[in-house]
Every structure is written in structure tokens, then in C-alpha cells.
């Protein structure tokens, strides 16, 4: 299977701080991206690091990936309660199909 | 958000019964893809429908199926329910030569009891 591994699973902090997420997957992939999820709704894209980038920025989001490790990583700087949902990391496989994670679950206290 | 739309919003069905489920794709995507996603898990990849035919398949029993249209709307069919098909059925759209950008509907709620 393809599907990565979020740590850690929960993640409660206070508005204005950072959240850190991680994943890990098991095989070769053409990119990875990081999705969020509100209330168990539709799924959001927020950005996508191919296999030959190290690290991308979108607005306060950073991603860095190490296709050595087979892992990546979800900065959220500056928090927001808005920020408050699940995030998923998914690898992209065989051409078309998304393997995603379990999750992380941040909550923002404001 | 994005262009795509699914219905019903919910639905909860019976044991044994069939259900389908319905997915519009954004204007200019032609591929749609179908997920479930269980209570407190990730979305897990059931089949990919491209030129109205099944263009990829998860790990998922053949009571599951589905049908795309011309119009590249798509249904996805769940027979003999079981109560283990309660979930969040998801769908993408996406144009066929740009898979990594797929952009999902809100999902339907189905509950089997």
C-alpha cells in the first residue's frame, strides 16, 4: 500500500503558534500533497510538492518532502482557529489515484 | 470551492439494499474518481471513471461499481449494503492529463444500518 502515515495523529495549540505535521510513505511517488479537511466534509487542496523538490511555501504553509526518508512535513505558521480541521497527506501512484493517510486532527484554541 | 457537486447530501439505507450515489465534475474535467473515507480514517481510492469507462480500480468488491456519462457526470452503484459501507463517499474531478489536480465535491453521508 501506498497510503502514508500522518504523526502525530492530534494536535492542540494555541492561535498564533505553529503546527507541525508529518508523513511517511512506502513506495515511489510522482508528488505528494497535503489536503484539509472541515467537519468531515469535502477535501481542500492546499499544495502540492513534487518528487524533485525539497521544499515548496504557500502563503504560511511550508512543505518539505525527502524522498530518502520517504517522508514530509506540514508547517502552519501563525495558526488561526480557522485553521482548525483535519489535514491529510496523500502520494499520488500508478498515474491516477491519491493514497492518503489517516490524518491529523489540529485544533487551534484561539 | 470547487465546481464539482455530489447528491444526496445523506442518505441512510437498510441492510441488503442498493444505493447510488451522484457526482458532476467541474466544467473542463473529463475523469472522475470515486473515494471512501470511514469515520476518522483517510479517503480510500475505489475506481476512476475516463471516457465513460472504468480507468483504475482499489481495492473494492464488484458490488461496487459505477458508470460515467457523456456529459462526464458519474454514478457510483453500492449493492447488498453492509453496514461497513458507512462512510463519506467522496468524488473528484480532474482533466486526464492533469490527474495530480483533482478537486473534490463535498461528499455524501451514507449510513447502513
Known amino acids: 500500500s501506498q497510503q502514508g502515515e500522518e504523526d502525530p495523529q492530534a494536535l492542540s495549540i494555541q492561535e498564533g503558534e505553529n503546527a507541525t505535521m508529518n508523513c511517511s510513505y512506502k513506495t515511489s511517488i510522482n508528488n505528494l500533497q497535503w489536503y484539509r479537511q472541515n467537519s468531515g466534509r469535502g477535501l481542500v487542496h492546499l499544495i502540492l510538492i513534487r518528487s524533485n523538490e525539497r521544499e515548496k511555501h504557500s502563503g504560511r504553509l511550508r512543505v518539505t518532502l525527502d524522498t530518502s526518508k520517504k517522508s514530509s512535513s506540514l508547517l502552519i505558521t501563525a495558526s488561526r482557529a480557522a485553521d482548525t480541521a483535519s489535514y491529510f497527506c496523500a502520494t499520488q501512484y500508478g498515474n491516477n489515484r491519491l493514497a492518503f493517510g489517516k490524518g491529523n486532527q489540529v485544533v487551534v484554541i484561539p | 470551492e470547487t465546481g464539482v457537486t455530489q447528491s444526496p447530501t445523506h442518505l441512510i439505507k437498510t441492510r441488503g439494499q442498493q444505493v447510488t450515489l451522484r457526482c458532476s465534475s467541474q466544467?473542463?474535467?473529463?475523469?472522475v474518481s470515486w473515494y471512501q473515507q470511514a469515520l476518522g480514517q483517510g479517503p480510500q481510492f475505489i475506481f476512476q471513471?475516463?471516457?465513460?469507462?472504468?480507468?483504475g480500480r482499489g481495492n473494492f468488491p464488484p458490488r461496487f461499481s459505477g458508470l460515467q456519462f457523456p456529459n462526464y457526470s458519474s454514478e457510483l452503484n453500492v449493492n447488498a449494503l453492509e453496514l461497513d459501507d458507512s462512510a463519506l463517499y467522496l468524488c473528484a474531478s480532474s482533466r486526464q492529463d492533469r490527474f495530480d489536480e483533482q478537486y473534490f465535491g463535498p461528499g455524501t453521508r451514507l449510513t447502513v444500518t
Open positions: 466544467s473542463g474535467h473529463n475523469t
Open positions: 471513471y475516463y471516457r465513460e469507462e472504468e480507468n
